[in-house]
């Protein structure tokens, strides 16, 4: 069985979000968005350990959360850095050499579900990467600098992708040391510019970001939905 390590990157302010707490910590139902993440990779059997990366100034607040909700698996709570990719950057530098695979999860996607952390796990121990994402539902124009439509993009290619991304952990810190001026929009583009095919495994609709206060309408549907289902 490979050991499993999971990094949440969560030290983002949510500058979008207009608030003046931290993002990660706005409650959703009355409950820190960043906790729903954490307690599902908590309860996932597959993941040994979690390490969470927060904003420098609120680390107090992240370790009293995890101390709180006796998160047990949660074994480090880290600064994070200027970007995302540097956050990404500083949870690798502690993970274990023991580790085999890094499941990388957004702070900010409440409603991932533990089956599909189990397809993408398991996709990962196959080919080496693997990524969560959806097919695209919406008509997709790539539109020139005069605003005006290029091209019609063929909807059945195109597929929004999500967190987890999972790694084998010598891959992902190679990734992350080869391209470290590189600019990338997720942890699998840095994989895919070594050459390295990415698998992508389909996840849910339900598995949002929350980036700004229309986000936060529609997770506080779906947290309404789901607790109808329990």
């Known amino acids: 069985m490979s050991r499993i390590t999971a990094l949440v990157p969560a030290a983002g302010v949510g500058a979008r979000m207009n608030a003046a707490s931290a993002k990660p910590l706005l409650a959703l139902k009355a409950r820190p968005i960043v906790l729903y993440a954490l307690e599902t990779l908590q309860q996932h059997p597959?993941?040994?350990?979690?390490?969470?990366?927060?904003?420098k100034e609120r680390l107090?607040?992240?370790?009293?959360?995890?101390?709180?909700y006796k998160l047990s698996k949660v074994v480090r709570v880290i600064a994070g850095g200027a970007t995302?990719?540097?956050s990404v950057r500083n949870g690798l530098e502690v993970v274990p050499h023991r580790t085999e695979l890094v499941v990388i999860?957004?702070?900010v996607r409440p409603f991932v579900d533990e089956a599909s952390i189990t397809r993408v796990i398991?996709?990962?121990?196959?080919?080496?990467?693997a990524v969560l994402g959806v097919p695209v539902k919406a008509t997709v124009k790539r539109v020139d600098r005069r605003q005006e439509v290029d091209a019609t993009l063929r909807r059945d290619e195109l597929w929004e992708i999500q967190t987890p991304q999972v790694f084998e952990r010598e891959l992902i810190q190679k990734a992350y040391l080869r391209a470290h001026r590189t600019a990338a929009p997720d942890d699998a583009a840095l994989v895919e510019l070594m050459g390295k095919?990415?698998?992508?495994v389909m996840g849910s609709y339900f598995n949002?970001?929350?980036?700004?206060p229309e986000d936060m309408v529609l997770a506080e549907a779906?947290?309404?939905?789901?607790?109808?289902?329990?």
């Open 60 to 68: 107090e607040e992240a370790r009293a959360l995890v101390k709180r």
């Open 84 to 86: 995302r990719k540097d």
């Open 105 to 107: 999860h957004d702070g």
């Open 122 to 129: 398991e996709a990962a121990r196959e080919g080496g990467a």
């Open 222 to 230: 779906i947290a309404a939905f789901r607790a109808l289902e329990t």
């Open 208 to 212: 949002i970001k929350i980036t700004t």
């Open 197 to 200: 095919r990415v698998r992508v």
């Open 46 to 55: 597959l993941i040994e350990e979690i390490v969470l990366i927060f904003h």
